[in-house]
């Protein structure tokens, strides 16, 4: 009766009570079913994120037996994909082993599996054959296990790698062209590694210049190649050092070095160099030709081109053409053209013929051209007319002294067959810039000056003045 009468008394707050508690029970079911369909929602997206990955790289999952004839129990999709095989194709087959699919070059690969038992991973590269005939490279990684039966199963992810296999045998084919090719080539081929300073060259240059093929330190220590390069060309080797350091697009130069023999010999290098992802050069790829023939046959053909046939000097045109260029790049220096007329020279002619004329003009030019150096100009202007150029010469003690050499050359005697021919000439002298700015107003003064000497007696020379 008490009951009652407390349930009464309580009825609202004991409702009360109930109805939170079933709200509260609403609210949690409500709030766990929310994060399990979240849950799922992401899971989802998650799978498709996966698949679409999956999808995007062509490599399968394949589970076999090794002793029995490579058994598969277990082949994704992915695997049969690879092969160009519906997977009902297959599964539907009482049998399918793996060596079906196994290229015969490739039908012991079992073996190279069963030698990696024992690691702790398998790896492997295989051929396989698809469905329309053609060759897979496939690369197989992954583990066994053991089972009851001491049989091995095997687990391993089937990745295609056949891009990646045809490149690798595209850059062995180019590496044996250039291996090919650098045996056949007679030129030198080299590779500078400009970060590791160092020279790499093909065998042919220990044949060529019995020299080393590896040089490290290759322009650190490059006084050690001073013995080797041509003196004259020394500069020319000491900015092909630094183009090479500096790693310059296109690199040429043409130098002489010298060889096994010992005799210096004509070189034409060239050079490209290559640049890493950030522009940077890392090395230069070339080669080193051996021109020596063909510069010589070259330096020939100018020789003849630029050359008086008789004597050997240079002919008019580029007598002219060398003076003035060298007064162009000397303008503040000093200078004389000295105007050269061989005495009575008409008279030997006459009396001994053209031919022996001809001899005793190359007689006294070969007497003048050993008494000057290779810095002057030498050259036949006329039929037994020529000029001796000398540039920045230091002041009139020294025309005088070269002058008066001049003068003891030419007067000399020509012997030949019991003839006794005597040679003299006269000289007349131009200063540039006093007697003239460019060669044809120093000839004319030199000429002035030239036939003075001849009105006084010849043999002699004299420089020209303003009045002279």
């Known amino acids: 009766m008490k009951l009652i009468e407390i349930l009464n008394n309580y009825s609202i707050v004991f409702l009360t009570l109930i109805i939170i508690i079933i709200s509260a029970c609403i609210i949690i079911l409500t709030f766990n079913l929310y994060n399990r369909l979240k849950s799922r929602k992401e899971t989802t997206r998650a799978t498709v994120e996966l698949n679409k990955i999956t999808n995007n790289i062509r490599a399968g999952l394949v589970h076999f037996i090794l002793e029995d004839d490579c058994r ?64 897979l490279y496939g690369l197989m990684y992954g583990s066994s296990t053991t089972g009851h039966d001491g049989k091995h199963t095997i687990s391993v992810v089937l990745v295609d790698i056949t891009e990646q296999k045809q490149m690798q045998e595209l850059i062995l084919l ?41 040089q490290p330190d290759f322009i650190k220590n490059y006084t050690m190649r001073r013995d080797i390069i041509h003196p004259d060309d020394w500069g020319i080797f000491l900015e092909l050092c630094q183009e090479l350091a500096e790693g310059k697009s296109i690199i040429e130069a043409e ?51 630029t050359r008086d046939p008789l004597t050997g000097v240079y002919n008019k045109e580029v007598t002219i053409k060398k003076i003035d260029k060298f007064i162009s790049g000397n303008k503040n220096g000093k200078h004389m053209l000295m105007f050269i007329d061989f005495d009575n020279f008409k008279s030997i ?15 006294v030019i070969s007497k003048i051209k050993s008494i000057f150096s290779e810095g002057e100009i030498i050259g036949r202007i006329g039929g037994d007319e020529f000029v001796v150029f000398s540039g920045n010469i230091k002041d009139i003690e020294d025309v005088m002294y070269r002058a008066e050499i001049l003068r003891n ?55 020209y003045t303003p009045t002279t």
């Open 409 to 463: 050359a030419l007067d000399t005697t020509y012997v030949s067959n019991m003839k006794t021919i005597p040679i003299s000439g006269s000289i007349g002298i131009a200063i540039y810039p006093e007697a003239g700015l460019h060669y044809e107003q120093l000839m004319d003064r030199a000429d002035q000056a030239l036939y003075r000497v001849k009105e006084q007696g010849k043999n002699n020379f004299m420089l």
């Open 174 to 214: 180019e590496g044996e062209r250039y291996r090919i090719a650098a045996e056949l080539s007679k030129d030198v081929l080299f590779e500078y590694h400009i970060r590791n300073d160092e020279m790499i060259y093909n065998e042919r240059m220990k044949d060529l210049f019995g020299i080393s093929t590896n």
């Open 255 to 305: 130098f002489r070095m010298k060889d096994r023999l010992g005799e210096f010999i004509w070189c034409q290098l060239m050079g490209k160099t290559i640049f890493d992802d950030d522009k940077r050069p890392i090395r230069v790829i070339g080669k080193l030709v051996n021109v020596d023939a063909q510069k010589r046959e070259l330096e020939a053909l100018e020789f003849k081109a």
């Open 349 to 363: 002619n006459d009396t001994y013929g053209h031919l022996q004329g001809d001899k005793v003009l190359s007689f």
């Open 72 to 135: 598969i129990i277990y082949a994704s999709k992915g695997f049969y994909e690879l092969l160009g095989y519906d997977e009902a194709e297959d599964v539907s087959k009482k049998t399918v082993t793996l060596s079906q699919y196994v290229d015969v070059k490739d039908k012991y690969f079992y073996r190279n599996i069963r030698e990696q038992l024992s690691n702790e991973m398998i790896r492997c590269e295989i051929r396989m054959i698809t469905k329309s005939g053609a060759i």
